[in-house]
């Protein structure tokens, strides 16, 4: 059975930090790996995905993951924080055929101080 | 954006009661879903369709169902309402990349159901 792990439920950095939030999956078959990001009272925006090739995936924001099938990791990465990141982050996981079964993380609320 | 509105945003009702959250699409997507939300357990699917009368249970199923008869409309109904299913509940869709053929879900903005 898939499953998501998302380590941390709670990270703070300070403006212009590095951000990493981390995401492992467990999956039978190869994984399509996916970043949502929510803001305070909206909905699931999506960051970025990886699905196949590059295994280094650039999204929205300045965000970016890479997938490493050696470690079953899909960390979410930006090399400096703004205080517009403050949001809480989800990783899921899906794989070839089969969006119904979108996985999802518990999420990782991240905190950003000035 | 993907075309999606959710109503109402907010809702408070009784235990007992039934209650019926819409889910409406203006662009034709095949599939779509519903999920809620609540803390600790991030998102978790509650039913989807694939198609006009076509749908199927996710995680979460007991105590709802879902009805879709014309394409841009995913009903989920709660026959009876429970203070266990006071939380924030999404919408989506899923857009279909051919080029991976991988369907990227795309979310509503949520609707806020508190069951007293």
């Known amino acids: 059975a898939q499953s998501v792990t998302q380590l941390g439920s709670h990270v703070s950095v300070s403006e212009g930090a590095l951000v990493l939030l981390r995401c492992n999956y467990s999956?039978?078959?190869?994984?399509?790996l996916f970043w949502y990001v929510q803001y305070p009272n909206q909905g699931l925006q999506l960051l970025l995905k990886?699905?196949?090739?590059?295994?280094l995936v650039k999204g929205i924001n300045g965000f970016e993951a890479e997938f490493k099938k050696s470690e079953t990791s899909f960390h979410l990465t930006k090399p400096s924080a703004h205080m517009s990141d403050a949001a809480e982050y989800f990783c899921a996981v899906s794989f070839q055929g089969g969006s119904e079964k979108l996985v999802f993380g518990k999420g990782t609320k991240l905190t950003v101080n000035p | 954006d993907a075309g999606i509105t959710q109503s109402p945003r907010h809702k408070v009702t009784e235990t007992g009661t039934p209650v019926t959250l819409r889910c409406h699409q203006t662009?034709?997507?095949?599939?779509m879903y519903w999920y809620r939300q609540d803390p600790g357990h991030g998102l978790r699917l509650i039913h989807y369709?694939?198609?006009?009368?076509?749908?199927d249970k996710g995680e979460v199923s007991d105590g709802y169902s879902v009805s879709r008869s014309k394409t841009e409309d995913f009903l989920l109904t709660l026959e009876s309402a429970t203070s266990s299913q006071t939380s924030v509940y999404f919408c989506a869709i899923s857009e279909v990349e051919m080029v991976w053929e991988q369907e990227t879900q795309y979310f509503g903005p949520g609707t806020r159901l508190l069951v007293l």
């Open positions: 662009e034709n997507h095949r599939y």
């Open positions: 999956s039978s078959v190869p994984p399509y």
């Open positions: 990886y699905t196949t090739g590059a295994t």
């Open positions: 369709s694939y198609g006009v009368k076509d749908t």
